[in-house]
Structures are given as structure tokens and as C-alpha cells.
């Protein structure tokens, strides 16, 4: 990493570090990755964050041993054996006889947590905030000592976190008579954090996020995750929810309880929910401090507008633009030019941060040249960069041209599908057909504009 990579990359944990300062982060962690090797600096992680001031609250999940040890596994459950599990939600039968095993198997997870955060150097205090109630009988089925979340003593877990400590969350609650439920962690960490006005909820598991499947109505961003294939990176919980009427029977059982609890979080005012795979090195930091992240994240708004950019826009426009122009995508420009020129520059911002721009350069009096258009990985096909050159063609238009061109050698159907069409490396202006690089071979493509609406 060079100089330049170090500091913007600093300069971006400290611009998130001034937005979290003082909020509040729910993980809930799963046992899935007790035996990941890189667990321990997950949670190392965790501490450094609750040490640079952002409240931390876990929920210790329990699932993996209390499945194995309610031999209520799918094919358990499929073979008869066991205790069911109804199909839409996250919710198991726990037998009576089997809750001291449940208690012990969540004491268990809680006390592995505590190990790890106490090495860390964290101070923690375990227990269980919430008041529950008995899930009873649904659709016929008692179940038994498998309980909800009635009340959770937000005061209490306040109290915790004031004294700089990290609650750890176990996922057996108590009702007014002092009976013992199991409650859902998935739940038990939405309920949390809405309670506590949590700003995000992280579902940290050995999945990378929710894995993209093909649809014909819903198009929503991807990303490529490690090893998995592509997953969703960000969701509205409006897709989110179309994902779940229309596909439910694609998603396996954790990630229709994952989409239908985030989207009830982000519904009830959390602001975000990230699944992410916690046996990754790193992932809440660059999930945190990054504009990109790695998992899926479900938000219910978000602040995404077009822009012209400005001078402290630089450095995320060349953060973007400096792996396209390594490989020769695009055009090789140096934050010194983009600085000259900074008036060209359109940049898609969400929620304060670049995740996309393009340039407008005029290159003689009547004609017209898109730039440097990008959208970041993650929020592509958001129809951000549609926009963008449809902005671009308006600016155009107010600067006089009459025709727009854009040289490309990997968007040619992009911008046909925008009314551009192909024309000759030889009709640019003088200048730039001069200019031209036949090396790079790129396909010249040109649009005509009408006359320029009144501003
Ligand atoms: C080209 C690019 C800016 C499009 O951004 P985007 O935000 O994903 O675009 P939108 O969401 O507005 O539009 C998505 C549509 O464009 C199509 N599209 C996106 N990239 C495309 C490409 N390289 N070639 C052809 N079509 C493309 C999508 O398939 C989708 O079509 P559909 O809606 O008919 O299914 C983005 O893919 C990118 O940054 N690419 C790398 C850089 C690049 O090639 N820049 C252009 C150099 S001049």
C-alpha cells in the first residue's frame, strides 16, 4: 500500500469513527464460528471499537449446540426425530425436559464470549435484559418452554454500557414467575436494538450474506463474496420484503429468518442490518469503515443523491477511479487534473459517500465528452449510472453542445441503451481525434441532443 492508499484510507476510518462515536452497535454472534480461527480477532476487533467510543451490546447465539443437542436439525426434523421447526420463521420446540441442557448450552456460548472479550482486555457483564413470554401453541404446535421477547430493561443495558463495560446477551429469558424460556437470538438482537435505538445490528455467522439468486422482476446489487459466489450487497427493505413474497422457497430457512428479522429492525428504526461472515479477517472493520463493506446490508432510507462534487471529494473520486485506470478502462487522470477540473465532476453520493461519478468535459464549442463515469461495485445497477450520464447530457445541453460522445471499450451497450449510437474514431473534433488512442480501441459512440430546456 502506498503513502497516498495509508492516508485515505485513515482519513476514512476517522470520518465513520466522528458518525459512530456515542451510537450503538448490536452483534449478534453466532456459535457457528466458535471453532473459526479467526474468531478471537473478531472479538479483538469488537473491544478496539467499544474502546474508540461506540457502545457495544452481544447476543451470544447458541443455535448450532442446541440443535445438535435437541437433535433438531432439517433432518432430524424431516426424519421425525426431534423437535419441529416451523418453516417461515426462526422458532423451535424446546422440550421441557430438555431446558437445563439449553441453558447450559447458552452459558456456554456466553461464557466463550466473555473469554474472548476479557483477553481482549474488555470488561464485560453477562445476564439477560429482556423479559419473556411463552410462545405457547401456533398452528398446533406447543411450544413448550421456547419463548418471545416481552419487555427488554433498556435502562439496565444502559446502565452497562455508561460504566464502559459490554453487556454479552444470553438467549434464555425469564417470565414475571421467574419460568425459563429460549428465545430466538435473531430475535432477541432485533428487539435489543430497537429498544436501544441501535444505529446498526450485525448478524455475524459463518455466511457471507444473503446469496443473490436470479430473478426476472427483481434486480438488486451484488457483490462477489469470497469463495460463495455473488451475494446481495445492499437491500432496501422494500426489496428485501419483495424477495421474500416472490422467492421465499429459494432462500434457505436462516436467510428468510435473516430478511424478515432485518427488515423488521430496519422498519422499527434500526438504521442499518449487516450479515456478515464473521471467519473473515477484518470484516466489521472494512464492513464499518469502508464505503463498501463485504456482507449483504438492509437499510428501510438512505440519502443518495447526484452532485457536483467538491475539492474534498477528491481523493474518494480517485479512490474510484484508480483500479479502472490501472487496467486501462478508463482515461488516466491525476488528482492534480481532477482538482482543475473539479467543476466536470458529478458524483453519486449515499449517505456521505462517493460511491460513483462522471465527468463532463466540453471539447470544442458544440461537442461533448463523458469522463471517468463509475459507480462503485456494491451499488451498481441502482440506476445511479443512468443518471449520472443522463445528468451529464442536461449539463451539456446548458453548455451549449449539441451533441454528447463517450469512448469506451467495456460500456458500449450501456450507453446504446441510452440513445447513443456508434460513430467513427474520425467524426470526434479535430483535437481530439488527434488524441485519440487507437491502442486502446476504444468504441466511439455519440449522441445528438435537442435544445436545451430553459434553466
Ligand atoms: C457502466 C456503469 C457506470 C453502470 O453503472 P450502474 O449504476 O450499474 O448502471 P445503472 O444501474 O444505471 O444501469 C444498469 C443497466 O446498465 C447495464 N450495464 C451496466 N454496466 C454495463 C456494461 N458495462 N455494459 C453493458 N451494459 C451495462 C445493466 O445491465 C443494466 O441494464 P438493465 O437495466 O437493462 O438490466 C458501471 O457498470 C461501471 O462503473 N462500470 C465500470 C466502469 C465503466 O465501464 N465505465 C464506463 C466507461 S466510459
Redesign the pocket.
Known amino acids: 500500500m502506498d503513502a497516498a492508499s495509508r492516508v485515505a484510507a485513515a482519513r476514512d476510518v476517522l470520518s465513520y469513527l466522528g458518525q459512530y462515536r456515542g451510537r450503538l452497535f448490536v452483534l449478534r454472534v453466532d456459535d457457528a464460528l466458535r471453532a473459526a480461527p479467526l474468531l478471537s480477532v473478531l472479538i479483538r476487533d469488537v473491544v478496539q471499537l467499544q474502546q474508540m467510543g461506540i457502545s457495544i451490546v452481544l447476543v451470544a447465539g447458541a443455535r448450532a449446540t442446541i440443535d445438535r443437542l435437541l437433535g433438531n436439525s432439517a433432518a432430524a426434523a424431516a426424519a421425525g426425530g426431534g423437535a419441529k421447526r416451523l418453516s417461515s420463521g426462526d422458532r423451535r420446540v424446546t422440550p421441557n425436559e430438555a431446558l437445563a441442557q439449553v441453558i447450559s448450552a447458552t452459558t456456554d456460548a456466553v461464557n466463550d464470549l466473555v473469554a474472548l472479550l476479557t483477553e481482549s482486555g474488555a470488561r464485560t457483564v453477562m445476564g439477560n435484559w429482556v423479559r419473556a413470554r411463552s410462545l405457547g401453541v401456533i398452528d398446533g404446535v406447543d411450544y413448550q418452554r421456547s419463548g418471545r421477547v416481552e419487555r427488554v430493561d433498556v435502562e439496565a443495558i444502559r446502565a452497562v454500557l455508561d460504566a464502559e463495560q459490554i453487556p454479552v446477551v444470553s438467549s434464555i429469558g425469564w417470565n414475571r414467575a421467574g419460568k425459563a424460556y429460549n428465545i430466538s437470538t435473531t430475535e432477541l438482537a432485533v428487539e435489543i436494538s430497537v429498544a436501544m435505538r441501535a444505529a446498526k445490528l450485525f448478524f455475524v455467522s459463518d455466511r457471507p450474506g444473503i446469496a443473490a439468486i436470479e430473478t426476472g422482476s427483481l434486480?438488486l446489487?451484488t457483490r462477489r463474496a469470497r469463495e460463495a459466489g455473488a451475494i446481495y450487497s445492499s437491500v432496501h427493505i422494500r426489496e428485501a420484503q419483495q424477495l421474500l413474497d416472490i422467492e421465499a422457497g429459494r432462500l434457505d430457512h436462516d436467510e428468510r429468518a435473516l430478511l424478515q428479522q432485518g427488515v423488521a429492525a430496519c422498519g422499527r428504526g434500526v438504521h442499518r442490518v449487516h450479515i456478515v461472515d464473521g471467519g473473515r479477517d477484518g470484516v466489521l472493520i472494512d464492513e464499518i469503515f469502508s464505503a463498501d463493506g463485504t456482507g449483504t446490508m438492509l437499510y428501510a432510507d438512505r440519502y443518495a443523491l447526484i452532485e457536483g462534487a467538491v475539492a474534498h471529494d477528491i481523493p474518494d473520486i480517485m479512490r474510484l477511479l484508480q483500479p479502472?485506470m490501472a487496467e486501462g478502462?478508463?482515461i488516466a487522470r491525476t488528482a492534480a487534473e481532477v482538482a482543475e477540473t473539479l467543476e466536470d465532476y458529478l458524483v453519486?453520493r449515499v449517505d456521505d459517500t462517493v460511491q460513483?461519478c462522471?465527468a463532463l468535459r466540453m471539447i470544442d464549442a458544440t461537442t461533448a465528452e463523458?469522463?471517468?463515469?463509475?459507480?462503485?461495485?456494491g451499488?451498481?445497477?441502482?440506476?445511479?449510472?443512468?443518471?449520472?450520464v443522463q445528468s451529464l447530457m442536461e449539463r451539456a445541453q446548458h453548455r451549449g453542445a449539441t451533441r454528447v460522445v463517450?469512448?469506451?471499450?467495456?460500456?458500449?451497450?450501456?450507453?446504446m441503451?441510452l440513445g447513443f449510437e456508434d460513430a467513427s474514431p474520425d467524426s470526434l473534433p479535430q483535437d481530439r481525434a488527434r488524441a485519440y488512442d487507437r491502442e486502446r480501441n476504444s468504441r466511439v459512440l455519440g449522441r445528438t441532443l435537442g435544445p436545451a430546456a430553459a434553466e
Open positions: 434486480r446489487s479502472q478502462l478508463l453519486y460513483g462522471a463523458v469522463e471517468s463515469l463509475l459507480v462503485a461495485e451499488h451498481r445497477a441502482e440506476g445511479s449510472g443512468r443518471q449520472l463517450a469512448l469506451t471499450t467495456q460500456a458500449a451497450d450501456f450507453f441503451a
